[in-house]
């Protein structure tokens, strides 16, 4: 499923209208039709609904779902603002329907706000279609006030936004003056990045998506860059193991890290790496950390590499030259930790994986220092940075990389050649020619100590097992936020990490 940007989404209407030959009128019709079924599907008790109305064609979906309504026995009133001679054909030829058919249609002004309160506060739905994907700039008086009023008097009604909620930036999220908060958002033919992004994700409710009559070849010839994370994306890779194969068939992880203090988050990218399937999975640690993560780890290898004090030395990493030949991808990052020549040992391991590579936690931060280094890599390399890896990456500040999750992680992957993985909430993962795919899977249980080295450890393995980066990264990305949910048995509160991993294995049966 594609995740439209508001530019795109007015290409994709433009070519079912000017090359397909749909009428925009027919779109409007069922984009109107699908938001008054999504309301008389919920069986409400009350069918007092009060219709919000804009200029644009987001106003045009507002007066045919009121006709719908109408005509399904509910009594409507619709206030619509602006003027006749700035709506389209389309929207001005529905608002004339709903005038011939002796709906009750109110031009809003401000001296009337208070018999719209009044509405308000007895209405048993509130249809929001003021403003959809064709908002631009600041809010304008009146929608600011118009936004307020619904938003506390319509208390008890049922608040259902088409499209987009009114207020909220398509594109990033962002809250335009003020927004409707909604408890339903219909959405016309895909989801929109404002779905998914804070803060306007949260004034969404939840999100309905209605078939508006847009063929999907019509959606592929448009090519949108963003993707929701499915699994019909990367399904075909995700095969039964082979009765002939051998732990050889299925790749063999490094996993590097584990300093002192630190040794759990290796040891959980480890596990990870096991359950997401690897033959096998080596975990280098500082070697005065080696007994204690052989005693730790029954099913892993483990290297007890050059260190100091339990920390990695500089100058330990050409162990990994020595024995890259056995190796079929690397993870660097879970519990490094700081340690004095970290830069040039982070630049030799760059050099001496000749196979797909994972970087996280201080791996990032060394990798801050000097993000060019990143130009010597010749293979597959993926960064799972959380925002404040992000900010300190991109060297800006957390709430920029909040505020540009959809810009900050694409510009880098396309600058340095490599996939970013920027988690959070609704995870964004950036590839290195552009396309994004935006994460539905996760669970606030996830946000605890250890969920990041447990999507490395995932990550790492399927990449082991040679499963192509561009499949393997949202793969591992949905199977930890699947997993993430599916540990969650009664309290979010109390979900352990190795209560995640174990339900790795469940998640991947789940989607196989
Ligand atoms: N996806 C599809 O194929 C279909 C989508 N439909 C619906 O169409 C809207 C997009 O419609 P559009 O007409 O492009 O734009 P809007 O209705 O969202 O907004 C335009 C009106 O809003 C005014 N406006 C814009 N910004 C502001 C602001 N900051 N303050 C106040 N008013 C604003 C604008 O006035 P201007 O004077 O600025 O031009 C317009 O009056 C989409 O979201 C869907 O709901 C189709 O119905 C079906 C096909
Ligand atoms: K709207």
């Given at each position: 499923?594609?995740?439209?940007?508001?530019?795109?989404?007015?290409?994709?209407?433009?070519?079912?209208?000017?090359?397909?030959?749909?009428?925009?009128?027919?779109?409007?019709?069922?984009?109107?039709?699908?938001?008054?079924?999504?309301?008389?599907?919920?069986?409400?008790?009350?069918?007092?609904?009060?219709?919000?109305?804009?200029?644009?064609?987001?106003?045009?979906?507002?007066?045919?779902?009121?006709?719908?309504?109408?005509?399904?026995?509910?009594?409507?009133?619709?206030?619509?603002?602006?003027?006749?001679?700035?709506?389209?054909?389309?929207?001005?030829?529905?608002?004339?329907?709903?005038?011939?058919?002796?709906?009750?249609?109110?031009?809003?002004?401000?001296?009337?706000?208070?018999?719209?309160?009044?509405?308000?506060?007895?209405?048993?739905?509130?249809?929001?279609?003021?403003?959809?994907?064709?908002?631009?700039?600041?809010?304008?008086?009146?929608?600011?006030?118009?936004?307020?009023?619904?938003?506390?008097?319509?208390?008890?009604?049922?608040?259902?936004?088409?499209?987009?909620?009114?207020?909220?930036?398509?594109?990033?999220?962002?809250?335009?003056?003020?927004?409707?908060?909604?408890?339903?958002?219909?959405?016309?033919?895909?989801?929109?990045?404002?779905?998914?992004?804070?803060?306007?994700?949260?004034?969404?409710?939840?999100?309905?998506?209605?078939?508006?009559?847009?063929?999907?070849?019509?959606?592929?010839?448009?090519?949108?860059?963003?993707?929701?994370?499915?699994?019909?994306?990367?399904?075909?890779?995700?095969?039964?193991?082979?009765?002939?194969?051998?732990?050889?068939?299925?790749?063999?992880l490094l996993v590097v890290g584990g300093s002192?203090?630190m040794?759990?988050a290796a040891?959980l990218s480890g596990?990870?790496g096991?359950?997401?399937?690897?033959?096998?999975v080596t975990v280098a640690v500082p070697?005065?950390?080696?007994?204690?993560?052989?005693?730790?780890?029954?099913?892993?290898?483990?290297w007890?590499w050059?260190g100091?004090?339990?920390f990695f030395?500089a100058?330990g990493s050409?162990v990994l030259g020595?024995r890259a030949?056995?190796l079929s991808a690397v993870a660097v990052g879970p519990g490094v930790g700081r340690f004095?020549?970290e830069t040039e040992w982070l630049k030799e391991i760059l050099v001496r994986s000749p196979f797909p590579m994972v970087l996280d936690a201080d791996a990032l931060n060394i990798l801050s220092?000097?993000?060019?280094m990143l130009?010597i890599r010749?293979h597959p390399t993926v960064l799972t940075p959380?925002?404040?890896e992000?900010?300190?990456l991109?060297?800006?500040?957390?709430?920029?990389?909040?505020?540009?999750?959809?810009?900050?992680?694409?510009?880098?992957?396309?600058?340095?050649?490599v996939t970013?993985v920027?988690?959070?909430?609704?995870?964004?993962?950036?590839?290195?020619?552009?396309?994004?795919?935006?994460?539905?899977?996760?669970?606030?249980?996830?946000?605890?100590?250890?969920?990041g080295d447990?999507l490395t450890g995932?990550l790492g393995a399927?990449l082991a097992?040679?499963?192509?980066?561009?499949?393997?990264?949202?793969?591992?990305?949905?199977?930890?936020?699947?997993?993430?949910?599916?540990?969650?048995?009664?309290?979010?509160?109390?979900?352990?990490?190795?209560?995640?991993?174990?339900?790795?294995?469940?998640?991947?049966?789940?989607?196989?």
């Amino acid at each position: 499923m594609y995740l439209f940007t508001a530019q795109e989404m007015r290409d994709l209407d433009r070519y079912m209208i000017e090359e397909i030959g749909v009428p925009g009128a027919a779109l409007m019709e069922n984009a109107g039709r699908s938001v008054a079924q999504a309301i008389l599907n919920r069986k409400l008790q009350g069918t007092f609904a009060v219709v919000l109305a804009g200029s644009g064609n987001n106003g045009g979906d507002g007066f045919v779902a009121a006709r719908y309504l109408a005509s399904a026995g509910w009594d409507v009133c619709v206030w619509w603002i602006g003027s006749e001679e700035k709506m389209s054909e389309e929207t001005r030829a529905f608002h004339q329907s709903c005038l011939k058919l002796g709906l009750s249609v109110q031009l809003y002004e401000r001296s009337r706000a208070g018999e719209l309160k009044e509405m308000l506060q007895r209405c048993d739905v509130v249809v929001d279609a003021l403003l959809g994907t064709g908002v631009h700039g600041e809010l304008r008086e009146p929608l600011p006030e118009l936004i307020r009023l619904v938003n506390l008097e319509a208390e008890q009604a049922l608040k259902v936004a088409v499209d987009i909620p009114s207020g909220v930036n398509t594109d990033t999220g962002a809250i335009m003056t003020d927004a409707i908060q909604a408890d339903v958002t219909v959405t016309l033919d895909s989801p929109k990045w404002c779905h998914y992004l804070r803060p306007a994700a949260e004034y969404c409710g939840e999100l309905q998506v209605a078939d508006i009559g847009i063929p999907s070849f019509a959606k592929a010839h448009q090519a949108p860059q963003a993707r929701l994370n499915t699994p019909e994306m990367w399904k075909a890779y995700l095969k039964p193991r082979s009765p002939w194969g051998h732990k050889g068939s299925y790749g063999h992880l490094l996993v590097v890290g584990g300093s002192r203090g630190m040794l759990g988050a290796a040891a959980l990218s480890g596990m990870a790496g096991l359950r997401a399937g690897a033959g096998l999975v080596t975990v280098a640690v500082p070697e005065q950390q080696e007994q204690a993560i052989a005693a730790k780890l029954t099913e892993a290898l483990v290297w007890g590499w050059p260190g100091t004090d339990g920390f990695f030395t500089a100058s330990g990493s050409q162990v990994l030259g020595e024995r890259a030949d056995r190796l079929s991808a690397v993870a660097v990052g879970p519990g490094v930790g700081r340690f004095a020549g970290e830069t040039e040992w982070l630049k030799e391991i760059l050099v001496r994986s000749p196979f797909p590579m994972v970087l996280d936690a201080d791996a990032l931060n060394i990798l801050s220092e000097d993000p060019s280094m990143l130009h010597i890599r010749q293979h597959p390399t993926v960064l799972t940075p959380h925002p404040g890896e992000m900010a300190r990456l991109a060297g800006c500040t957390v709430q920029e990389v909040e505020q540009n999750r959809h810009r900050i992680p694409r510009e880098w992957a396309q600058f340095y050649g490599v996939t970013v993985v920027l988690k959070g909430t609704h995870t964004v993962i950036a590839m290195s020619d552009g396309r994004q795919v935006v994460n539905p899977t996760g669970s606030p249980a996830l946000a605890k100590g250890g969920s990041g080295d447990i999507l490395t450890g995932i990550l790492g393995a399927l990449l082991a097992r040679k499963i192509p980066v561009h499949a393997a990264v949202p793969m591992g990305v949905y199977i930890h936020g699947l997993a993430g949910e599916r540990a969650v048995s009664d309290s979010a509160h109390s979900v352990l990490a190795t209560e995640v991993i174990d339900q790795i294995g469940p998640a991947i049966h789940q989607i196989s």
